[in-house]
């Protein structure tokens, strides 16, 4: 496998490790499914991993193409991505419980695809986030230049929707079959995987320190 397919398909496994620690853009596409239908939730997804694009690149054009830099400062590196993924979990771990399934939303499906593009763009910590989970990898170390990173988020985009769209199906055939307080139960279970997610991240991105 070349590094270029290396990072498109990293891409798509890191999307879903990032969507992961995301809950509360998953909370927000099962609700709009629930409250709005399918293709509401579809729009919602489309929008969150169009909005995370950006930041996805830059992160990854910046980290692929001066290894040799990065490999001098490696430690410094992942020290940094340490922090902010511990601050992520804690962050998680400190969001409000979910109390209402559905809700009152306003506007078209073009009005709730732009609105999501710009709420995920809207949010810069999403770039630590981005660089963090690809030092995970180690390809800031391997740098295989502004192709790898192209494909790299297009394979970001590809494992965000994946993930998304899991949901909106869940949300739309039991949505409205399950009772509401066993959907917000499971929906706050959530929080759990956000948090075990960077926990585990951080742990691959040390485990080339310790072992030195």
């Given at each position: 496998m070349t590094l270029i397919q290396f990072a498109f398909l990293g891409g798509i496994w890191l999307s879903l490790l990032y969507a992961a620690t995301v809950m509360p853009a998953t909370i927000w596409v099962i609700q709009l499914t629930v409250s709005r239908g399918?293709?509401?939730?579809?729009a919602a997804s489309a929008g969150l991993a169009l909005g995370q694009l950006p930041w996805a690149l830059l992160a990854s054009l910046i980290l692929f193409q001066f290894p040799g830099f990065w490999q001098s400062a490696d430690l410094v590196l992942r020290g940094a991505a340490v922090l902010f993924l511990a601050w992520f979990a804690y962050k998680s771990a400190r969001a409000p419980r979910v109390k209402a399934l559905q809700l009152v939303v306003q506007g078209s499906r073009w009005g709730i695809l732009k609105s999501?593009?710009?709420?995920?763009?809207l949010m810069p910590w999403r770039f630590p986030v981005w660089a963090g989970l690809l030092i995970t990898m180690s390809i800031h170390l391997r740098g295989p230049g502004w192709e790898a990173a192209v494909l790299f988020t297009a394979?970001?985009?590809?494992?965000?929707?994946?993930?998304?769209?899991?949901?909106?199906?869940?949300?739309?055939?039991?949505?409205?079959?399950?009772?509401?307080?066993?959907?917000?139960?499971s929906m706050n279970k959530l929080r759990l995987l956000a948090i075990i997610v960077p926990a585990g991240l951080i742990l691959v991105i040390l485990a080339p320190v310790v072992t030195e």
């Open positions: 399918w293709w509401s939730g579809i999501s593009t710009w709420k995920s763009l394979g970001t985009f590809i494992g965000q929707m994946a993930w998304a769209l899991n949901f909106v199906f869940l949300a739309g055939l039991f949505g409205h079959r399950v009772p509401e307080d066993i959907t917000l139960h």
